[in-house]
Structures are given as C-alpha cells and as structure tokens.
C-alpha cells in the first residue's frame, strides 16, 4: 500500500474483500458487486451485496431460450452492467489521487463528459469473479474476456467460477448475507445435501466440502424446468399463456392449478411407497398419468437414483390430444386437474430420490432446494410431507430466497471468494468450459480437474487491502 494515495486506517479496522462478479452462462446478464467483511461482528451479516443487476434476453418470440438472442443481449449489455456496477464501489476515503494501485476513477453520468470535474475515487475491486462453465460456451465467453480485461486492467487475480458450485454454496452465502457466525464457519456446514431444480438442470448432490461434491443423481433426459414448461404450454388456456411476461410458464402453471394459493391446496400422501407407483387416473376416466421411473413394479427402476421427465411430458400431451380429439373439450377443470397431477408426480419423483438418498447417507442434516422450481409451494409442501412422512422429519430442508436461487451474479461472487479464501485464483489464459463436471469423481476431475487454477501466493498476488488493514 502507497502511504501518499491512501488514507491512513482510522479507529475501527476491518479487512474486506471486495469483488465484481459476472454472469453470462445462458440468457441472464448479471453483474454484481459484493462485498465480504471482517473478523466477526455479533449481530452484523459477514457479506454485503453493493450491487446487483440482472437483464434476461427476450426469449419470447422462440418460447425459450435462444442461444443467439442471449449472446447478442450479453453483448448489449454486459459492460454496461459493468459500468453502473462502477458506480457501487466504496467510495475510497479521502481523494487519494490516481495513479494509485487501489483506486479508481469513475465517472456518475454514463457518457463521459471531459469537462465536468466531478470524477469519483472508488476502491478497486480486490478479485474479480466470473462464470468459466458449465453453459453455453459463446455466452460464457461473453462475460469471460470482460472479466479478463477488468483483471488486467485493474492488476486484479481473475476467478472462473464453476457455476453449478456456485448455486450449491447459495445457501452459505444466504447465511453471509444474515450473520457473521461466532465461529466463523457459515452454514450449512458441510456435508449437505442440495437438490437443485431450474430450467437447465436436475441435480442432486452431496457437498462434504468446497470443491468436493458427488453428484448423486441427475436428469437422463430433460430438466424438470424445461419439463413444466411443456406441460404448461400443454395445459395452460390460451388467455393464460398469452397474458406471460416470459417464457419461464411454471409460475403460470402453479397459479392456474391452485388459483386460491397455498391454502387452496390439499396433498395427501400416498399411504406407503408401493401406493406411490399406481397410476393415476383422471375423474372423467379419460387420461392417466404414471408415476415416473416406475414404469415396472417389480421395483426395477423405482430405487434408481435418476430423474426422467420425458414420459411424463408425453402422457399430458396424450392427455390433452385425448381430451380435444375424442371429448372435443378441454375445460378448466379438466386443465386444473391435469396440471395439478402433473406437477404432483413430478414433484413426487423429487422427493422420493432425496429420500432414498438420505437412506444411503444418515449423516445428512440439511437439504437445500435451489433454482427457479423451488419456488413451487406445493413442491415445498411435497418435499416436507414425504420426508416428515418416511422417516426424516429431523432433516432440515432450505429454500433460498428466489432471487439467490435463480442464476444471479451475487453467488458467482460469492464462490469466487470462498475459492479465493481458500487459496485458489485463475490463470488469465483460462478457457470457457461447455461442459465441466462438478463431481471430482468424474472424469474431467471436476471443479479442481480444470486447466488453469493457481495457488495463489499471498506475497506477489494478494491485494494490497488483503494484507493491510483499512477503514471504510
Ligand atoms: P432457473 O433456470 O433457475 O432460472 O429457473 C427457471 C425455471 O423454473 C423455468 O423453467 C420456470 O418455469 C421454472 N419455475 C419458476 N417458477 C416456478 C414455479 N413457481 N413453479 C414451477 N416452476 C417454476
Ligand atoms: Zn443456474
């Protein structure tokens, strides 16, 4: 640290971390600012979040994602992002005047005006964080040579973050954001269980550690997002679907099946395992509905640890032909009753693959439920009835908030400092990753097996405000 270009530390002394983390890997551009403190402070949140914005491409023409559409929207929009994220770093103290290996100047109008004076000083980012994998690789690369510019510009360590890494340690970051825990270990510790549900992914994992996650079951054919979004386009009238903002049809489905909200909802569980795997039949007898991978009663597949949701997508769209063709009628009941089934055994063939889980494994305590299906209610409510049911009603089950659990930037920041706090930085030559597995038991070695990770050696990479203490 340079004694003429920063102010010397005053009474209270923190040490902070501060980075600016991207994210492009599908449709959303995200940027945030984010900003971990200290040495514990009874009653104050560890983590606080400066800033953060997200802009989604309009997909709504291709009534899903379009790889396309999303990169030319992180090409709109991601420095843009950046330079209103500019604007939410700290205010460096007392005017330090540049050059100065901690400072910035950015300027608070977008546009650059040479004349006005009133240029800010604001504390570089001490790392900056960015999606590396999985996801689509043009839209990673998008936010990846920003973030390589920013690291270069800025003499900043670079972090490629693994993205689904980053929605497991969500719920330590939720736990950041509250409290500074006394021992200075967030929560949940390790090993938990995450079962992450959203449009691109069907993931069941066991976390023992930061970069040590077995992934216990995944989708052999569609994310069970991508599959309520069929099954409403299936279902939903045609005033309902015309009346979404988005693509994302689940929220519309929910609503529809349930228009009273949660407390017009009834489920009652199956009475034992095998009742589970009877088909079900509607009320007018003119559609039914199988379990999923319980095809065979003979338990063939029951007992796998996978998802599937190709068959059930197939029987509602039999359902609806069946309906239309033979009945020549498709009414709201007959909707209400297909959606609300739908989702039931969807959600059913969630919670019995968490449950035979945590059979094999009676250590767990914690099970965090992530991405944007999680917001279901009557998923919560399946989730909670089934485990309390079978035998894990001492099983805590978390739900981040929606906002934390939808792809965001804030987790990608907030891996990336839990990566860094543990020694870990990129090389500037890192390469997108399509795919990139989280377990390390794969055979790309999972989040370590990546090319490009370095030891980070305090004394030549380090910020300078890592080593020194400042004050705000
Ligand atoms: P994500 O990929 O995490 O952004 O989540 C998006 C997916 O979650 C989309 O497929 C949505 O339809 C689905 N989704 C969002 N809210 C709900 C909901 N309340 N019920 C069911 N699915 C939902
Ligand atoms: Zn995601």
Redesign the pocket.
Known sequence: MREDCWPRPRARLRRHLLTLAIESSCDDSAVAVLEKHGPPQPGRPAVRIRYHEKITSNNLAYKGVHPLEALHSHEENLANLVARAMLHLPKAALRPQPPCPDVVQVHPRSGSDDTCPSLWNVRKPDLVTVTRGPGMRSNLNAGLNLAKGLAVAWNRPLLGVHHMQAHALTPRMVNALEETPDTGSFKPSFPFLSLLV???HTLLTLSRGLTDHEQLAGTVDVAI??A??KIAREVLPDDVMNSSAGT????A??QFAFPDGPDGRRYDLPATRAAELDRYTSLDGAWSLAPLLAVSRSGSRTNDLAFSFTGLCSSVKRATHQLLKYQRSFLEDQRRELATHAMRLAFEHLASRVWLALKHAPEIRTVVVS???A??CYLRQILRTYLGNRGFGHVDLIFPPLHLC??NAIMIGWAGIEMYEEGWQSELSIRSLKKWSLDSRSEDGGILGASGWRRREESSNTPTSLHHEINE
């Open positions: 959203s449009g691109g997002g991508d309520i979004d994302m049809y689940g929220p489905l929910e991405g944007g299906v917001s279901n939808v792809d």
